[in-house]
């Protein structure tokens, strides 16, 4: 009991040092050679120049694709884990972040596919292009690449590439 009130305390001690914040993203994203429209975001702390914390995000439309000679429809492609994030001029009207999100995705489709809830590892590092509107608004433009690190999926090559990404935070950006 003792050890869990101490790491709840540490947290909400570095918490409360830092400044914490929203972010909403609307994504395109290049799969199976057809655009998927994703929708998420990010939520962390700040401390100086650097973040910690989590992101998560969802394709928010089917996308149809042929594996195998077969067409299967993705119903659902989500993705989340671990958010770090580098903006060494974060106080500038114009600033840019670097950032890179590590954690796992899940496929889902609505037939019978053999790839049905495929589970697989990720890795997502990106840059963003962020305009302070004020002390408690940000928007910005990011592209990022996801690369996919294990998957029973053939085509995962497919799943991996780019992403041009739209972000509005909210939160404690500025002291």
Not at 128 to 149: C, D, K, Q
Not at 157 to 173: C, R
């Amino acid at each position: 009991m003792k050890k869990t009130l101490v790491i709840f305390l540490l947290c909400a001690g570095l918490f409360a040092a830092g400044r914490p914040y929203l972010g909403l993203e609307y994504r395109l994203q290049n799969n199976w050679e057809e655009i998927t429209q994703m929708t998420g975001g990010h939520a962390g702390v700040y401390w100086g120049p650097f973040s910690l914390g989590g992101a998560a995000y969802t394709s928010i439309a089917p996308v149809d694709f042929s594996f195998e000679d077969d067409s299967y429809t993705l119903k659902r492609l989500t993705y989340g884990g671990v958010d770090i994030r580098f903006m060494p001029e974060s106080f500038s009207f114009i600033n840019i972040t670097a950032n890179c999100m590590m954690g796992a995705s899940l496929l889902n489709f609505d037939d019978e596919s053999p790839l049905d809830d495929d589970f697989f590892l990720m890795v997502e590092p990106g840059l963003e292009l962020m305009l302070n509107i004020s002390a408690f608004i940000r928007l910005g433009y990011g592209v990022t690449w996801r690369g996919t690190l294990t998957s029973d999926f053939k085509q995962q090559e497919e799943i991996s590439g780019l992403s041009y990404n739209f972000i509005a935070q909210f939160g404690k950006l500025n002291p």
